[in-house]
């Protein structure tokens, strides 16, 4: 079924079982690329700086190439931000995938060591604070990504964000009853707020599968690290992801559409006014009701153990 490219005719090289259709390579890519295009445009973007997180994976690989590629119809300006985690021979690896990717592009970027602002890498602060790993560099990470794009003047960040990512993490919320993860969680474009010191995110894959952005690199000769982060293993997320195996098997639109509908039903409910102010120590963004953000609490409890040791 689907063995040939719906455009061509020639032997399908891939088949996107949702659509039921095949593409050839040279397809595929024309196919992957207005996806991007029309997700982003559909949901009124319209341009502006953008400051690419890449961390060597397959799926941000696969977006900064593409947006690259698409910048002039897009209207963006690009930069590239990676970010050094310190996590032994996976982040050595990571960096180098990314930096063979950039010299190939010629694109501006920057490299940061989550050391220079958090004092300690990623598995000594998981060590220090006894949190998930996955909950601690996604904390980090997010703080960084925001810091480096307010101070380089970036409208937005654009993450490798993707269709298996969002549909899971929307599901663990359905399924943990938690109804404030739906409300804030990921969407194709959020604005920036440039008052507040925060810099919008987009997230152009929301569509798309890791299958997909994998191809996507094979096809354009991309590098990327294909490696899995050897703290994310038993993530309960990753958990999680498995239940779409049985879904998609019964339905192969059914992870498309439940994330669809989950957003659609988000534009539609009324949704609680959250109260962001600045941290009361960096200046930037946060909820907390005592006004000092997550990031400045961690790195603070980071400096208080490691004088106590």
Not at 178 to 198: C, Q
Not at 243 to 262: C, D, G, H, V
Request: proline share 4%.
């Amino acid at each position: 079924m689907y063995r040939k490219c719906v455009v061509c005719g020639k032997r399908a090289s891939i088949v996107i079982e949702r659509a039921r259709v095949g593409f050839c390579e040279e397809h595929f890519i024309e196919y992957y690329e207005r996806i991007i295009k029309r997700t982003l445009k559909r949901n009124g973007f319209s341009g502006g700086r953008v400051l690419v997180a890449v961390s060597g994976g397959k799926d941000s690989m696969a977006l900064l190439y593409a947006l690259n590629k698409l910048k002039d119809d897009l209207g963006i300006e690009i930069m590239a931000l990676h970010i050094d985690l310190g996590i032994d021979n996976y982040s050595i690896e990571s960096r180098r995938a990314v930096e063979k990717l950039l010299k190939e592009l010629d694109i501006k970027y920057i490299i940061v060591s989550v050391k220079d602002y958090l004092g300690v890498s990623i598995p000594e602060a998981v060590k220090f604070v006894r949190k998930p790993p996955c909950s601690v560099c996604g904390l980090v990470k997010r703080w960084i990504m925001n810091k480096v794009a307010y101070e380089n003047n970036y409208d937005y960040i654009a993450t490798g964000h993707n269709l298996d990512d969002v549909s899971t993490y929307f599901l663990k919320a359905m399924f943990t009853y938690r109804y404030e993860d739906i409300v804030r969680g990921n969407e194709v474009i959020s604005p920036p707020k440039p008052e507040l010191k925060m810099v919008g995110r987009l997230r152009p894959q929301i569509f798309l599968t890791e299958k997909e952005n994998l191809f996507y690199c094979e096809v354009n000769g991309v590098p990327y690290v294909d490696l899995e982060c050897p703290l994310s293993r038993g993530a309960l997320l990753k958990k999680y992801k498995t239940l779409w195996e049985t879904a998609l098997k019964l339905n192969p639109m059914s992870q498309y559409n439940f994330t669809r509908s989950i957003l659609s039903i988000k534009k539609k409910i009324q949704q609680e006014e959250i109260e962001i102010k600045p941290c009361k120590i960096c200046g930037f963004p946060t909820t907390a009701s005592d006004g000092v953000c997550s990031f400045c609490k961690l790195r603070e409890k980071i400096k208080i153990m490691k004088k106590n040791k």
